[in-house]
């Protein structure tokens, strides 16, 4: 090969260079930027406001919603559907479904003497009868409102009572929600929302931004953004740090909040002690959501403050141990309701935003368990407070020194061509 032809060809080499780590910056900064969204990330619970993909425990005090099992129901003294039986409606049935168990009703694991009253003419749909009795007559064969009871006695203990009749063949047994395609789809939402760049700077009440590690008893304000969904990335430990978390700017439904916790500091197995919410309350719980994407045990500790918003940790066998109360949706692996009440406040938007660079992204890593769901791993990297930066900028500025690189390797190889030619002439 003779010495243009060299040059030719290197200088082809260089310009591929330049034109690859073009598109390599090109490359970073769609990935960084790709929408996610809008996601309402409570669609699949087809309205109920509590939703467990196994069982569920009721044990105190009441849950003002509805609640849909997918596996089977314990309960002590509970009463639900205390102030709406929500918007579920079986085919050619005028009363909505308030209670929904795919798996049986646990009598043996329930409380003794106890009942589970179901309000607001809710009815009650049962997946398995084995073991199981449904009356809508009293011992007297008189007409009387429907009773799921452990023995053939409309007067046995413990059982689940309406207020309303229901015929027999109405409670079941009957699937009506595919709970396996539900909490895929919650997983799925989980993970993606996860991806979401931060938004949200935590200050103090001097203004000042409050930078990781969040000491503890730390009081923590938000500002938010209008018209756009604002998102704050912390670590479990910062969250349980924070001892009051005060809202200068109250969430709306055009100005929701996301909250993606990264338990991954305390092994996936988070109790949470809940701060005191300031500024905001039952109708602004709506459009807050605290998602725990990778959470496996999740645990609302005893000692803590009322929960304003969603609680979405579709991984996570969740324990509700403190007496204070949760304003919102639960949406869990199963459920452990043992204290404070469930208000009707359902999460009631949906959220979008940009996802971060590929390294922002969780990881799967399957478990030994065939049946348990994988566990996700989001990187640590989209939890640093407040925001210095973005991974896509790192992309970027990698990705110009590339470009920089080729270009003089380019011109390099130009000037040394030209000045070959001057001297052979």
């Known amino acids: 090969m003779n010495k243009s032809a060299k040059v030719l060809t290197t200088r082809a080499a260089a310009t591929a260079a330049v034109a690859a780590a073009t598109a390599i910056v090109m490359m970073g900064n769609v990935v960084s930027a790709a929408p996610v969204g809008p996601i309402d990330p409570v669609e699949a619970t087809e309205g109920f406001l509590v939703m467990t993909e196994g069982n569920a425990t009721l044990i105190d005090t009441e849950n003002e919603g509805t609640l849909a099992v997918g596996g089977n129901l314990a309960f002590s003294q509970y009463q639900l559907a205390v102030v709406s039986a929500g918007n579920f409606f079986a085919p050619g049935e005028n009363n909505p479904t308030a209670l929904v168990v795919d798996g049986q009703v646990d009598f043996l694991n329930s409380v003794p003497g106890t009942r589970l009253q179901v309000l607001q003419n809710g009815f009650a749909k049962i997946g398995n009868l084995n ?22 006695d409309y ?170 109360n949760t304003e919102g ?11 404070g009440e469930i208000h009707d ?33 989001p990187s640590p990297t989209g939890t640093d407070l407040p925001i210095t930066g973005s991974s896509s900028g790192s992309m970027l500025f990698v990705g110009s020194l590339a470009v920089l690189t080729g270009t003089g390797l380019l011109l390099t190889l130009v000037l040394t061509h030209r000045r070959r030619r001057n001297v052979g002439s």
């Open 329 to 339: 949706s639960i949406i869990a692996r199963s459920l452990e309701h043992r204290g």
């Open 131 to 152: 073991g199981t009795f449904v009356r809508d007559v009293d011992n007297n064969n008189a007409p009387a409102n429907t009773r799921i009871l452990p023995a053939n």
């Open 345 to 377: 406040y359902p999460f009631s938007t949906t959220l979008a935003c940009d996802s971060g660079s590929p390294t922002a992204s969780p990881t799967v890593t399957p478990t030994a368990d065939p049946t348990m769901t994988p566990t996700v791993t």
């Open 155 to 324: 007067d046995a203990f413990p059982r689940i009572e309406l207020v309303t009749s229901q015929s027999v063949a109405s409670v079941g047994p009957v699937s009506v929600i595919d709970f396996a395609e539900a909490f895929q789809t919650f997983r799925s939402n989980s993970t993606e929302l996860a991806t979401c760049q931060n938004t949200v700077v935590l200050r103090d009440p001097n203004g000042d931004p409050i930078s990781s590690p969040i000491p503890p008893g730390t009081n923590a304000v938000i500002n938010l953004s209008p018209n756009t969904t604002n998102v704050l990335n912390i670590t479990s430990t910062d969250l349980d740090n924070i001892s009051v978390l005060t809202f200068a700017d109250q969430p709306t439904a055009s100005s929701p909040l996301l909250v993606n916790v990264n338990t991954t500091d305390v092994g996936n197995a988070f109790a949470w002690t809940a701060p005191n919410f300031a500024g905001v309350g039952g109708p602004e719980a709506r459009f807050i959501l605290f998602n725990f994407p990778t959470a496996t045990t999740l645990t609302l500790a005893p000692g803590g403050a009322t929960v304003e918003g969603t609680i979405y940790a579709p991984r996570a066998d969740y324990t509700d141990l403190d007496q204070s």
